[in-house]
C-alpha cells in the first residue's frame, strides 16, 4: 500500500489530522479503480489536489489530466467547452473543436464546481459517465470517449437535488466514492505546523529570517475561523513575514493582521440569526438576509402601514357613526393633541336621523391662522379601493423585467442595462419566469 506520508511529500500536503488522513486513505484506495468521485469540502481545502493524487496513483497517469472550473464557463458555452462543437453550429463557431472529453480521452477530467453546472449539461454528463457517449454541438453523430470523472463542490448536492438545482440521478453516479476533505478549523492542531512551513518558504523566498510566534499568538492562531482554509492562512502568513518588523510576533501583533477579515459584520441582520453566529460575528448564509431583502421588507411594511392610515382616515370621515361610537379616539388621541394647532368640529348626528354616507355632509375646520375652510360634500374625499400589493420579491422582480421591456420595446441589452444586470442574467431570468418579448 502506498505510503501516506510519501504522498503528502510528494503533493506539499502538511498535517498528520485523523479526518485529513482518512481522506487520504480513501483517495489512495479509489486511484486504482475508473470509479466516479465526488470531493466535497469548503474552499480552499485542496480539492484539486486530491483530484491530482487520484489521477497520479491510477492506470490513466501516463494520460491527459484536465482541471474545468465549471462555474467560471458561461451558461451557454459550457456544452460546447466540454463536449465540442461542429462548424456553424452557433454564431461564432468557424470552425469544428474537440470538447474537453475528447480532448483527454483516456485519461482524467476533474469538474470543479459540479453545482455551478446547468441542469441541460448535467444530462449531457450523465450519458457520458452510463455509455461513455456524447454528441458535439450542432452534430448527430455520437462519439464515445474513456474518461474517469472526478467532481468536486463546496455545496450540498443532496440539498440542491430536493430543491431541483441538481439532478439527483447525477448525484448518486457522481457519488460512487465520496471523499470529504476536512475544513482548517476542523485539524485546528495541524494549523501551527503550516505556518510555520509558509513563513519558512516566504523567508526563503525574499531573503528574510522566519518569524515565529509565541504560545498567545499559536493559540489565537487555531481558534482563527479561517473561512478560506488553507489559502487564508498562508496569504496570512505572507503577510506577517512581509510587513511584520518584529521577528517574535505576539497575539496582538497577530490581530492586526486577523482583525479585518475576524471582525463581525455590520450589516443588518434578521432577529432569529443572532444565536446562529457561532460566537465568531459571522452569520450562516441560511439565517442571513441581504440588506437588500430588508430594505424591500421595510418599505413594502410602510407602505402597508401608510395605506392602512388612508382607509382609515376616509372611514372616520365617511362614518361619523364610527367616531361617535370611539369619542375617547377623537379626544383624547386627536384633538387634545392638536389643540394648539386647529379645531375639529364634526357634524351633529341625532339618532334618529343619521345621514348616510352618500348623502351631502357640511364640515367645518378652524385653522389655527385664523381661515376658515368649509366642505360640504364627502365625496371631496377620494373613496378609493385598497388592493394589497403582493410582497414576494419574485414577483417584483417578473414585474420589473416586463417593465423594463416594454420600456425599452423588447431590446434586451437595454432593458439589462436598466435593471443593472447582464444580458445573459435577463435571458435567464426570461426563461425562468416564462416572459415573452413584449
Not at 17 to 42: F, K, M, R, W, Y
Amino acid at each position: 500500500m502506498t505510503d501516506i506520508q510519501a504522498i503528502k511529500n510528494r503533493f506539499g500536503i502538511i498535517g498528520n489530522s485523523p479526518l485529513l488522513n482518512h481522506a487520504l486513505n480513501v483517495a489512495v484506495q479509489v486511484a486504482g479503480t475508473d470509479l466516479s468521485v465526488l470531493i466535497n469540502g469548503e474552499s480552499g481545502v485542496g480539492k484539486e489536489v486530491f483530484s491530482q493524487i487520484i489521477h497520479s496513483l491510477s492506470a490513466r497517469k501516463h494520460n491527459n489530466f484536465i482541471a474545468v472550473n465549471c462555474g467560471a464557463i458561461p451558461e451557454g458555452t459550457i456544452d460546447s467547452e466540454l463536449f465540442g462543437h461542429e462548424k456553424g453550429a452557433f454564431t461564432g463557431a468557424a470552425d469544428s473543436r474537440k470538447g474537453y472529453f475528447e480532448t483527454v480521452n483516456g485519461g482524467t477530467i476533474f469538474l470543479d464546481e459540479i453545482g455551478e453546472m446547468p441542469l441541460g449539461t448535467q444530462a449531457r454528463l450523465l450519458r457520458v459517465l452510463e455509455s461513455g457517449e456524447y454528441i458535439r454541438v450542432g452534430s448527430s453523430k455520437v462519439q464515445k470517449t474513456d474518461v474517469r470523472v472526478i467532481a468536486a463542490t463546496n455545496r450540498d448536492l443532496l440539498e440542491q437535488a430536493n430543491a431541483g438545482k441538481f439532478r439527483l440521478d447525477l448525484y448518486y453516479r457522481l457519488n460512487s466514492v465520496p471523499i470529504r476533505i476536512p475544513a482548517l478549523r476542523d485539524r485546528k492542531d495541524d494549523i501551527p505546523v503550516m505556518f510555520r512551513k509558509f513563513v519558512i518558504d516566504f523567508a526563503e523566498r525574499y531573503k528574510t529570517t522566519p518569524v515565529q510566534l509565541n504560545e498567545d499568538a499559536k493559540a489565537l492562531l487555531m481558534n482563527y475561523p479561517w473561512r478560506g482554509n488553507v489559502r487564508e492562512l498562508k496569504n496570512i502568513a505572507e503577510q506577517i513575514s512581509v510587513l511584520s518588523r518584529e521577528k517574535l510576533v505576539t497575539a496582538n501583533d497577530l490581530q492586526q493582521f486577523l482583525t479585518e477579515n475576524n471582525a463581525p459584520s455590520n450589516l443588518p441582520v434578521l432577529a432569529g440569526s443572532v444565536g446562529s453566529t457561532g460566537g465568531n460575528g459571522y452569520v450562516s448564509e441560511t439565517t442571513f438576509a441581504t440588506e437588500r431583502d430588508i430594505l424591500y421588507k421595510f418599505i413594502f411594511d410602510m407602505k402597508k402601514d401608510l395605506n392602512e392610515l388612508k382607509r382609515m382616515f376616509v372611514e372616520l370621515v365617511q362614518n361619523p357613526r364610527w367616531v361617535k361610537n370611539v369619542p375617547s379616539f377623537i379626544n383624547e388621541n386627536f384633538v387634545d393633541e392638536h389643540s394648539s394647532d386647529s379645531a375639529i368640529q364634526l357634524p351633529a348626528i341625532s339618532s334618529g336621523n343619521m345621514p348616510s354616507t352618500q348623502q351631502s355632509q357640511s364640515y367645518i375646520i378652524h385653522n389655527s391662522n385664523g381661515s376658515t375652510n368649509i366642505t360640504n360634500k364627502a365625496s371631496d374625499y377620494d373613496d378609493h379601493e385598497h388592493v394589497e400589493e403582493s410582497l414576494n420579491l419574485m414577483d417584483m422582480e417578473k414585474d420589473l423585467i416586463i417593465k423594463a421591456l416594454k420600456k425599452h420595446k423588447s431590446k434586451r441589452k437595454d432593458a439589462a442595462l436598466d435593471l443593472g444586470i447582464s444580458e445573459r442574467t435577463l435571458y435567464r431570468k426570461l426563461k425562468e419566469y416564462d416572459i415573452e418579448d413584449m
